[in-house]
């Protein structure tokens, strides 16, 4: 009876050792770019899968928006599953979904740090550090973390969006 | 004695999966790049990405300080700053969770709640004006959703829609201005009392011609964004 009870509890052990390996291989950072406005600076912000290969940027500074060359805000921070990836995507997207840039009227939901934010708590769950980018608190008084109406409609029908895979 | 021995193998089996297991917590715990590959890796926001949603109170880089022997502890102000920090965020967080479970979420609401949690980090929980500060914060989420509808019914272009938020921002700023002093002020926005906070959101004729470009580019190209991924790639890149 002693064996078999060590035998069931080293087959939990393993199944857990092969989830924890699984779920070690997709990416994101926040990035911050500098830039010299008015008379002082401020930060843009954007958000990339995958070791810089996937990054979202709204396209405020049109087509030449920094999208890579940044200074990361925080470690690469390791998410879990297709349906955080899903997520990250469609709160980041710049196009019509309900999260999307042409959804999210910029300067009245959010600008790009709170862009930015929706990408990168979709992987793994908090934003930027207000500390680390310029304006950052000022933004953070004006629409919050994620935008003033993340909660209310974005992070819903994002969820809804992605429950396929989940 | 085959009983004896037995159960040292179960034992030793045991030890074996709980230190593998450890090693692939800590892969997965926040950041995972070397402290040489990247300079950031070292101010981790303390995100705990096997958790989920809520962030952990101690951050990457402090369980790595728990590893070091205690006569090499870094000063107590960083580890302290973080804490708050990622107390801070995780309380946001619990703010937005419980905003969307209900069903309907006041936005209006949340957001006061939220730049109140900020007061409360910035300025500490008794400030006598913390009332009047988010009184600010909704009186300005009125007044924008004013100005959004006046966008949104093409009233007004993007540039005059712009003017008047950087308007609005500016009169935030004075209103926030009254109620702290100089060195309040600069604590919790991080710029000069008399700086206009919309200066930090390129509110700017030039992105506004960006971004009506961009949607009209929209209705004819689909996105700018990166293409999109099959279920089947995002799953290829996950178990690689």
Same mark, same amino acid.
């Not at chain 1, 998410?79 to 955080?84: A, D, T």
């Not at chain 1, 019509?96 to 862009?115: K, R």
């Not at chain 1, 909660?151 to 396929?164: D, E």
């Not at chain 2, 946001?92 to 979420?105: A, E, M, N, P, W």
């Given at each position: 009876m002693h064996a078999y009870k060590t035998r069931i509890m080293m087959m939990v052990l393993g199944l857990s050792m092969s989830l924890a390996g699984a779920a070690n291989a997709t990416s994101t950072q926040a990035y911050k770019f500098g830039f010299d406005f008015f008379s002082g600076e401020l930060d843009h912000t954007y958000f990339c899968l995958d070791a810089g290969t996937a990054c979202y940027s709204l396209p405020i500074y049109g087509f030449s928006t920094p999208r890579s060359g940044g200074t990361p805000v925080a470690g690469t921070l390791v998410g879990k599953s297709y349906h955080q990836r899903c997520l990250a995507r469609a709160r980041a997207s710049t196009g019509a979904s309900v999260c999307g840039a042409a959804n999210n009227l910029y300067g009245i939901e959010g600008v790009c740090h709170q862009h930015t934010n929706k990408g990168q708590m979709s992987m793994h769950g908090t934003f930027m550090n207000p500390d680390r980018i310029t304006g950052g608190w000022s933004s953070f008084v004006a629409y919050g973390p994620y935008g003033v109406t993340y909660a209310a409609t974005c992070a819903p029908a994002s969820t809804a969006q992605c429950a396929f895979s989940w | 004695m085959k009983k004896a021995m037995r159960t040292r193998l179960a034992f030793l089996g045991v030890a074996l999966a709980t230190a593998v297991i450890a090693l692939f917590a800590t892969r997965g715990r926040g950041s995972v790049n070397t402290p040489s590959s990247s300079p950031s890796a070292a101010s981790g926001d303390g995100e705990d990405l096997n958790t989920g949603r809520r962030a952990s109170l101690a951050p990457p880089r402090l369980l790595a300080m728990a590893a070091t022997p205690p006569d090499a502890a870094p000063p107590r102000e960083i580890e302290e700053s973080d804490v708050r920090m990622a107390e801070f965020q995780s309380r946001v967080t619990g703010l937005i969770d419980d905003c969307t479970r209900k069903g309907s979420c006041d936005s209006r609401q949340l957001l006061m709640d939220q730049v109140g949690l900020a007061f409360d980090l910035k300025?500490? @929980?008794?400030? @006598?004006m913390r009332k009047e500060l988010q009184d600010v914060v909704g009186w300005s989420f009125d007044q924008r959703e004013a100005i959004s509808k006046r966008f949104t019914s093409k009233e007004i272009d993007r540039k005059k829609l712009f003017g008047l938020l950087n308007e609005h921002f500016a009169e935030m700023g004075n209103r926030y201005g009254q109620l702290l002093d100089d060195v309040e002020y600069e604590t919790m926005f991080g710029s000069k009392k008399g700086r206009n906070p919309a200066e930090y959101f390129s509110l700017t004729d030039q992105v506004a011609e960006n971004l009506d470009r961009h949607e009209a580019s929209l209705a004819s190209n689909g996105t700018l964004e990166p293409p999109p991924e099959s279920e089947e790639h995002a799953e290829s890149l996950i178990s690689r």
């Amino acid at each position: 009876m002693h064996a078999y009870k060590t035998r069931i509890m080293m087959m939990v052990l393993g199944l857990s050792m092969s989830l924890a390996g699984a779920a070690n291989a997709t990416s994101t950072q926040a990035y911050k770019f500098g830039f010299d406005f008015f008379s002082g600076e401020l930060d843009h912000t954007y958000f990339c899968l995958d070791a810089g290969t996937a990054c979202y940027s709204l396209p405020i500074y049109g087509f030449s928006t920094p999208r890579s060359g940044g200074t990361p805000v925080a470690g690469t921070l390791v998410g879990k599953s297709y349906h955080q990836r899903c997520l990250a995507r469609a709160r980041a997207s710049t196009g019509a979904s309900v999260c999307g840039a042409a959804n999210n009227l910029y300067g009245i939901e959010g600008v790009c740090h709170q862009h930015t934010n929706k990408g990168q708590m979709s992987m793994h769950g908090t934003f930027m550090n207000p500390d680390r980018i310029t304006g950052g608190w000022s933004s953070f008084v004006a629409y919050g973390p994620y935008g003033v109406t993340y909660a209310a409609t974005c992070a819903p029908a994002s969820t809804a969006q992605c429950a396929f895979s989940w | 004695m085959k009983k004896a021995m037995r159960t040292r193998l179960a034992f030793l089996g045991v030890a074996l999966a709980t230190a593998v297991i450890a090693l692939f917590a800590t892969r997965g715990r926040g950041s995972v790049n070397t402290p040489s590959s990247s300079p950031s890796a070292a101010s981790g926001d303390g995100e705990d990405l096997n958790t989920g949603r809520r962030a952990s109170l101690a951050p990457p880089r402090l369980l790595a300080m728990a590893a070091t022997p205690p006569d090499a502890a870094p000063p107590r102000e960083i580890e302290e700053s973080d804490v708050r920090m990622a107390e801070f965020q995780s309380r946001v967080t619990g703010l937005i969770d419980d905003c969307t479970r209900k069903g309907s979420c006041d936005s209006r609401q949340l957001l006061m709640d939220q730049v109140g949690l900020a007061f409360d980090l910035k300025l500490g @929980p008794d400030h @006598p004006m913390r009332k009047e500060l988010q009184d600010v914060v909704g009186w300005s989420f009125d007044q924008r959703e004013a100005i959004s509808k006046r966008f949104t019914s093409k009233e007004i272009d993007r540039k005059k829609l712009f003017g008047l938020l950087n308007e609005h921002f500016a009169e935030m700023g004075n209103r926030y201005g009254q109620l702290l002093d100089d060195v309040e002020y600069e604590t919790m926005f991080g710029s000069k009392k008399g700086r206009n906070p919309a200066e930090y959101f390129s509110l700017t004729d030039q992105v506004a011609e960006n971004l009506d470009r961009h949607e009209a580019s929209l209705a004819s190209n689909g996105t700018l964004e990166p293409p999109p991924e099959s279920e089947e790639h995002a799953e290829s890149l996950i178990s690689r």
